[in-house]
């Protein structure tokens, strides 16, 4: 399959390297790939070829890349599906950790939609063959609850509420750490690493305003629970927000977490997910009117190591 996408430079991102540049706005390709892309002759400005990688771009600029893209597809797979709320318009689900929203490059199988696929077959179009249904997504190694949209109607209505940040969405969160307010909100724009394309950062390329709540619901030694409630649906945000504050999320490594918890000379068990889990969606049913709130409990592996926190011998 055959892409071609065109950027037009803006002036905040004149003279970055051409493959850093366009690796933060493809991040589903490998700033590697996007090497090989331009070697190969496939990125082109104003009718001319840019030779290497390294070459600055240029504000006003439109960069034009032709991708070779492998055709994919998204097919029924019977797949477990905990289904928290369903009605003839939409579905809410309890998506686990580990699994991928729906098929992209690297991924084929296995999928949330995979799975609503057969369970739910009639899904809505909007967001392309691909993500049927799909109106938002979670991070694989985040659990927690996901609406779906059964018809184009309910997609786009529901995708204006979130759009117009009426959708109320609570994660629960334990960071590392002892955060030093009982409540808060952090404010801080949210844009592509320039330098790793799987991370996000505070500014980043093409920052976009991120704003987060949260309060503490508990206290342990080394760390703190959170309800963390954004009110924007930037990649990666809450994630990004506790890392910026020193306080990174318990199993995630992405953003500075560490692999093993040594406390006192032991080293005690730790996560091999994040401890991030959409806890609460809250949003007004598209054709009914009225206000839906559905819950997910936190997940066994999550409640068992917060226990295992309060009783730990510190």
Avoid at 60 to 73: A, K, P, T
């Amino acid at each position: 399959m055959h892409e071609v996408r065109e950027f037009i430079v803006a002036e905040e991102d004149a003279g970055a390297r051409c493959d850093v540049y366009l690796a933060g706005l493809i991040p589903e390709i490998s700033r590697s790939q996007i090497q090989r892309l331009i070697r190969s002759g496939l990125v082109t400005t104003g009718g001319r070829v840019v030779r290497k990688p390294g070459e600055a771009v240029v504000s006003g600029d439109c960069l034009r890349v032709e991708i070779e893209r492998e055709e994919l597809r998204a097919t029924p797979e019977a797949l477990p599906l905990e289904i928290i709320y369903e009605d003839d318009d939409l579905v809410v689900v309890n998506k686990p950790a580990g699994m991928v929203v729906h098929v992209g490059a690297g991924v084929r199988s296995g999928t949330l939609v995979n799975a609503l696929l057969h369970h739910i077959r009639t899904l809505s179009k909007v967001s392309g063959e691909l993500r049927p249904g799909i109106v938002h997504r979670l991070d694989r190694l985040t659990s927690g609850l996901v609406v779906v949209a059964k018809n184009d109607f309910t997609h786009r209505a529901l995708a204006s509420q979130f759009k117009g940040r009426e959708v109320r969405k609570t994660y629960l969160v334990l960071v590392h750490g002892r955060v030093a307010q009982d409540a808060g909100e952090i404010s801080k724009p949210v844009g592509r690493d320039p330098v790793r394309r799987t991370r996000m950062k505070v500014g980043g390329i093409r920052p976009r305003e991120a704003l987060t709540r949260y309060r503490v619901q508990r206290r342990f030694p080394h760390f703190t629970l959170l309800e963390a409630a954004p009110r924007t649906g930037r990649t990666h945000q809450i994630r990004v927000h506790f890392a910026s504050l020193g306080h990174p999320i318990v199993g995630d490594t992405l953003y500075g977490a560490p692999g093993k918890l040594c406390f006192g000379g032991r080293e005690l068990p730790t996560l091999t997910r994040t401890f991030l889990h959409a806890a609460t969606l809250e949003f007004r049913h598209p054709t009914k009117g009225e206000i839906i709130e559905v819950r997910a409990p936190l997940p066994v592996e999550l409640d068992e190591f917060a226990k295992h926190l309060a009783q730990a011998d510190w």
